[in-house]
């Protein structure tokens, strides 16, 4: 079976006051029907970008996409209209962002703002398009939904904003439903409610998720397969179990050391944690022919700076973009 | 207490409440919102006590509150063995240098139009405790403690990364050698990577200054490796209190349990040890907060008794002390 979607050879570049440089480079994965995928790494690596890029939403003017294709059921997304884009997101693909206080229009209530979803999409009435607000609002287990449905944004708790977001975004039951770091701004037992409905919704409508974090341990509670994204290039891809226990790329390594986790067996010394030391370069430095994380890679080798690493393929389709993912 | 034990505490926290007026509705009482309600606690010299809890769980208030950056309704703020909060004039300023604070956003707490120098200066300047002379050399000394290089001196905030921001924070607190550093969520405004570098920095620097730190996360992990006690909060109260190991391995509050219970974690065996505690719908109104336990309307063990009487912070283990009428001296978690 062909994947859902199928992104291949992806570059996307970004003019800035210094001139173009690729913020996505040469990035290929794909995306089986209900399956979950999860990109991971440090703020500007091109995580949240990729997103836009398959949305169709980057910056106007600003970014753009060079070449590659994403292909989503048959159809090259990056040929598509703007007419037929419009089509697709919302009712085919949608997104959820990190940001659930300022992405609800406060001037609206929410019952219509899930609506307007409907009337758009699916051609409903407006008394047909409320009533199944109420049933979504009811589905994200957001109690009292007829009560609520006539609420503002602003009568609501971050976690219950979060909840609206994914009834709009889930009100087409689209195919792909991209959550971008939905659960950054939320308590942790908000976040693993809103895990738990992610997860139930998904299996229900057999929606493909796209989970964008930059936290291991929800990739690990979350996901089937990883992808580790550094500076606008995929460093590592592989079974998320496969990838923690063993990684294959010295910064999938340092992602998931630097970060004091909870343990299951306690002990009373606490270990130094391990660092990876200095930060993401500026975006004038990607594109370069060489690896892009020799500066803070402690395996750093001459060859490391002459070129840009090959993938390696390891076991169940666990590939890792270092010249040394070998001996890591 | 013993002459010895009193020596080693540090900080004394009694009865400490901050409230906040709330606007009027019509006619009627004032009415206040109780954001940290009689929380007590201590710190030995040289330890580290967490306060964890969610949003709105007063932890943040309770820290402001102790260097006196909110007004403190009620309470003493015992700090090397003078009430903090009574202090005045001369003596406030003096003491000030014990107690300094390390902020959560380092784009923030950093004044854009000093240099980076000048920053970590401002304290000495301030509280003229150093002859001027000797200030350059105490600020060079701190640049390379934290980790900075001396060239960066001259640099504005602007021209440093996040990290970098943070590290000024940190040698901006520790110029006037303090003995307290209270560092709220010194870590959750940065990248994952560099979270590391700070929280190991900060490890270090508490071994070779003797700092003592009171440490405000809602990050478990994160206090899990940094704290010696923790102090969980919810709405304004302390409803557990117990050193590292007793309250990672043995939590008794239920809130404590669905707390840990939430975070996801890589460690595939605590993934599957772990059973998941919903704690459903969201705390009360903290302006009315209800009669009982302010947890147990979420509560998943929770009895009539529960929502009529609120529980007393007791001990009942050595050095343990829970606020829950189902947990006795027996200490055996309600769930």
Redesign the interface.
Known sequence: MAPLLQVENLRIELTTRDGVAPVIDDLSFSLNAGETISFVG??GCGKSMTALGIMGLLPEKIGHIASGTINFDGEDLTKASDVRLREIRGNDISMIFQEPMTSLNPVYTIGEQIAEVLRRHQGLGKRAAHDKAIDLLDAVRI?NPKARVSDYPHQM????RQRVMIAIALACEPKILIADEPTTAL???????I??LLRDLGEKMGTAIILIT?????????AERLIVMYAGRKAEEGPV?QV?DHPRHPYTK???S?????????T?E?P??????G??PSIRQFGRDACLFASRCDLVSDKCLEGRPHEIGFENDQHSACWHAEDV | MSKQEQADLLLKVDHLTVRFAMKRSGWGKKSYLYAVDDVSFEIKRGETLAIVGESGSGKTTTALAVARLVHAHEGIVDLDGKNFLELQGEALRKARAKLQFIFQDPYSSLNPRLRAEAVVREPLDSLDAVPVAERQAIVDRLFTAVGLRPEQQRLFPHQFSGGQRQRIGIARALATQPELIICDEPVSALDVAVQAQILNLLRRLQGEFNLTYLFISHDLGVVQHMCDSVAVMYMGKIVEHADRMSLFTKPLHPYTSALLSAVPSVDKKRREATKRILIPGDPPDPVNPPKGCRFANRCPVAQPQCSQSEPELSEVAAGHKVACHLVDEKAISPL
């Open positions: 440090e703020s109690p708790s971050g976690g219950q308590d942790v037992t908000v976040q693993a409610q895990f738990d930059h936290d291991m341990g929800a990739v690990a509670e979350m179990e923690i340092g992602l998931i630097c970060v004091p986790h909870l343990m299951g067996t306690l009373a606490r130094t944690l391990t660092e990876v030391r930060i993401v």
